[in-house]
């Protein structure tokens, strides 16, 4: 039987060092650190799992002061008993190379050839394979080996996509079961993700995930997104690979994952951070990340109605690029000034459909619902099927735009809208609780 943690994203940024931060992001810097070491208090409590896992994005934003703030706390995980293995990611650094020409903008970065020696402690020095430093394989028990996986030059190379079936062919050659742990997504948390952030999803990531799946490889942890979700690929061949994205522990709802590998199946609980050293103004810790979260969604919403170059600015934040709100300020614009007054009731009348909008939920403000859908797909709840009031009329309203939009959408290869917006509402498959088959 194998025990892990695994947490990503933690995105540590040291206050002490380089003082308050003013960025607005979903996650919370200036926190961090309070979250980082409540997180690693719960996990040394648990006595029972002595493994944790860390994929990418350690640091906020690659500066070496976040890097040796954030080693201190790790080395205390080491200290209490655990073992820790990392893979670092595009947060981690600020210059590629030692001549890179940015050296004079950026005092303070880390360079990526410096990553390996930083991280030495915690998962590179005990490596049975390396490939290029950043990528290695560890064996974390008899029988069980950890493929941790550097996929931060835009997905897999030739070369380390051949290493990484090497890997896992010697490993059941040897007998072992072996799983994947990389940063960027390898399947689309969410079905919004590959339209709005598919620069951010793993290099080439539709043929890579057939040919690792078809290889043997049957579970992958991954990062980035900030999205809790598990969901499977089945190729061609019948082969199954399992898909684990966990959200930033620095993040609403502060996930930690907890999984079992026994025998017969990979079991996957998830745990929250509880308490923090932190002023939360009186609130839980969920309910302080939840408020962060939801600063950064309301600003968008105002910058769409009264300020597209603000909007410009914090894209970047949720993964869309600038120049994609510039292409489309006009729309975002009116679309925004509409979203501010509308209700669902009014929009269902706008729509054509008043009667299919209950009593009870007509006076929801449709931005409001539009935040906390945004929220359930980032914290793996999204509980709006077809048979509940919201379910029902977020799918009266859309089935009806969508034919008004048939020959845009039918022009652009989208597909059926409504089925789109019911996949992004509702998921039935459990984001946070699983019990996957090892077969």
């Known amino acids: 039987m194998l025990k892990f943690f695994l947490i990503t994203d933690t995105h540590y940024y040291n206050c002490e060092a380089l003082g308050h931060s003013s960025h607005v992001d979903q996650i919370t810097l200036n926190e961090s650190g309070a979250i980082i070491d409540a997180a690693f208090d719960q996990m040394i409590a648990q006595a029972d799992t002595e493994i944790v896992l860390i994929a990418g994005d350690l640091s906020s934003n690659g500066e070496r002061a976040n890097h040796d703030g954030f080693i201190k706390k790790l ?50 020095r005990d490596a049975i394979a390396e490939y290029e430093q950043l990528s290695y394989v560890a064996q974390l028990a008899p029988g069980y080996r950890l493929l941790g996986l550097n996929d931060d030059l835009d997905g897999y190379s030739a070369g380390q996509l051949a290493w990484i079936l090497e890997q896992i062919r010697q490993a059941r050659a040897d007998g072992q079961f072996i799983f994947a742990m990389t940063h960027h997504p390898a399947l689309p948390p969410s079905p919004i993700y590959p339209l709005i952030s598919r620069r951010d999803m793993l290099g080439d990531y539709e043929n890579v995930t057939t040919v690792l799946a078809d290889a043997g490889l049957r579970f992958i942890f991954t990062g980035h997104s900030h999205m809790q979700d598990i969901r499977c690929k089945r190729t061609e061949s019948g082969n199954t690979l399992y898909h684990i994205n966990t959200g930033a522990l620095v993040g609403y709802d502060t996930p930690i994952r907890k999984v079992t590998v026994d025998g017969q199946a990979m079991r996957i609980e998830t745990q929250r951070v509880e308490r923090i050293d932190w002023d939360t103004q009186g609130k839980t810790v969920s309910e302080y990340t939840q408020d962060c979260f939801d600063r950064l969604l309301k600003d968008i919403f105002h910058s769409a109605a009264y300020d597209i170059g ?129 077969a």
Not at 79 to 105: I, Q, S
Not at 320 to 343: A, S
């Open 75 to 124: 080395r205390r995980l080491r200290e209490n008993g655990k073992r820790v293995y990392v893979v670092t990611a595009t947060h981690d650094f600020g210059l590629v190379n030692l001549d890179d020409a940015d050296a004079e903008r950026r005092p303070g970065a880390t360079y990526r050839s410096e990553l390996r020696g930083l991280y030495d402690d915690f998962g590179f």
């Open 310 to 438: 603000h909007l410009a600015d914090i894209a970047p934040g949720f993964s869309v690029p600038k120049e994609t709100v510039f292409q489309y300020r006009v729309p975002i614009k009116i679309v925004g000034k509409i979203l501010d007054r509308l209700t669902l009731g009014g929009l269902g009348r706008l729509c054509l459909c008043p009667r299919r909008v209950a009593k009870g939920v007509k006076r929801v403000k449709v931005n409001e619902l539009m935040l906390e859908l945004v929220r359930n797909v980032y914290a793996g709840d999204e509980p709006y099927s077809a048979d509940t009031p919201i379910g029902r009329a977020l799918l009266a309203i859309v089935g009806n735009i969508g034919v008004l939009l048939r020959p845009l959408l039918k022009k652009t290869g989208f597909g059926d809208l409504r089925d789109f917006i019911a996949s992004l509402i509702y998921d039935s498959t459990p984001d946070n609780e699983a019990v996957l088959p090892l």
